[in-house]
């Protein structure tokens, strides 16, 4: 819960490796004027020999900001590395603690020191962080030409980034690792299928240039990823069908999906690759198909795909209001659609799929009862008959699409 108050009593100065020399007369001020200071060990150790008092974070991060909390109404200053809210400390105080009750005084990010170092712009390049998130995050963001700049985890993060490239067909990129960017700066390059570099600062950003090899296929982030790219076990949505299905559910920014019966994850994973920050929960009960799941999350850049084993409607029960719902298995679960529906918020788009005489009665039903769109998707591959070509057909999915009312 956001707490306020009628006064800025918390200041967080963004500060470079050069130390206080390089603040501003103003953020200075919020420095000197503290009661209490806080920052990470390399931050504090700039204050030398500074008497004020003062809190080192520690983990988990909400028992220091509940220590920060006692001082409310006093003058609290938080030291941070560059822009505060670029992957940094405000974004997360901002959870906590009103904008009205702070001072936020950014230096230069991270990203903006690279770009100048490179000669790149940060409008052309894709950043991301690896503090704290899983690596196959970056699985995501490759694509040919592409240039990516990473904020690391510490001294093994540019290794880890390598290896990554390197198996995912990307091994002739070329990785720079700079070192105490804005301070004593050093600045390592190398490909990523020959790096070898076991000196590397804890304190580092990442810069990839991305170059994929030549026998590899990249993968777009449109929806319809081609079937080799998912493990699993014949329970696959087509990529055709797939493609049609994720228009008809219209992933937004920030939108959350349920997955149901996910089968091997693909329609919650296209969901989540469509935007950063898509949020999804695939619901399916079979320990195997699960597994399946987990491996094409990691292999296509979707660590963050919330995974539940159960079988519906049972296991949606307390689970997180959804913009929109996917059944793609167990339509005829007695209960299910209108569990789903019920859940839904008001102007949620409800996707079924059905491959089956008994599923497309269900959906039918459905469809006399709260209306919507159904539709027969028919799809055609070609095939060899002996020496020539013919039409081979793919199962009909007959699929309903209903947005929900206002209630």
Not at 69 to 81: D, E, K, N, Q, Y
Not at 243 to 252: E, G, K, V
Not at 291 to 303: E, K, Y
Request: glycine residues 10%.
């Amino acid at each position: 819960m956001t707490l306020t108050t009628n006064q800025k009593w918390l200041s967080i100065i963004g500060i470079g490796e050069s130390g206080l020399s390089e603040l501003s007369p103003l953020a200075r001020g919020f420095v000197d004027r503290a009661s209490l200071i806080v920052g990470g060990k390399r931050h504090l150790a700039m204050l030398h020999d500074s008497l004020q008092p003062r809190l080192v974070w520690t983990s988990p991060i909400e028992t220091s900001i509940e220590s920060i909390l006692t001082h409310r109404g006093t003058p609290v200053c938080i030291l941070a590395s560059g822009d505060p809210l670029c992957y940094g400390i405000g974004v997360t105080l901002l959870k906590y603690i009103s904008i009205e009750e702070m001072t936020i005084i950014p230096a230069p990010s991270t990203f903006s020191l690279a770009c100048a170092r490179l000669g790149w712009s940060l409008t052309d390049v894709e950043t991301i962080s690896l503090c704290g998130r899983a690596p196959d995050f970056l699985a995501a963001i490759l694509a040919p030409d592409a240039k990516l700049l990473i904020l690391s985890a510490g001294a093994d993060t540019p290794q880890i980034v390598a290896d990554l490239l390197t198996q995912r067909g990307y091994g002739d990129s070329q990785i720079t690792v700079l070192e105490h960017i804005g301070g004593r700066e050093r600045v390592i390059s190398a490909l990523a299928r020959a790096w070898s570099k076991p000196d590397v600062a804890a304190l580092n950003a990442i810069a990839v240039e991305c170059r994929i090899d030549l026998n590899t296929i990249p993968l777009n982030r449109l929806p319809g990823l081609p079937e080799s790219a998912y493990h699993h076990d014949g329970q696959l949505t087509k990529r055709e069908v797939r493609a049609i299905t994720l228009a008809a559910l219209a992933p937004m920014p920030g939108e959350l999906l349920w997955d149901v019966g996910a089968g091997c994850g693909s329609i919650g994973i296209e969901w989540l690759r469509s935007h950063p920050r898509c949020r999804a929960i695939a619901i399916e009960q079979h320990s195997h198909r699960l597994q399946f799941i987990a491996d094409n999350m990691a292999a296509l850049g979707t660590p963050h795909l919330q995974l539940v084993q159960g079988k519906a409607p049972e296991a949606l029960a307390d689970l997180p209001t959804p913009s929109a719902i996917f059944i793609g298995g167990g339509v005829t679960a007695p209960g299910l659609l209108a569990t789903c529906w019920t859940a839904l918020r008001s102007d949620g788009r409800l996707v079924a799929n059905a491959v089956t005489v008994e599923t497309e009665l269900q959906l039918l039903q459905w469809h006399q009862q709260v209306g919507g769109e159904l539709t027969r998707i028919a799809i055609q591959r070609t095939q060899t008959i002996g020496g020539f070509l013919g039409w081979k057909p793919l199962i009909p999915v007959t699929q309903l699409v209903v947005v929900k009312g206002k209630e």
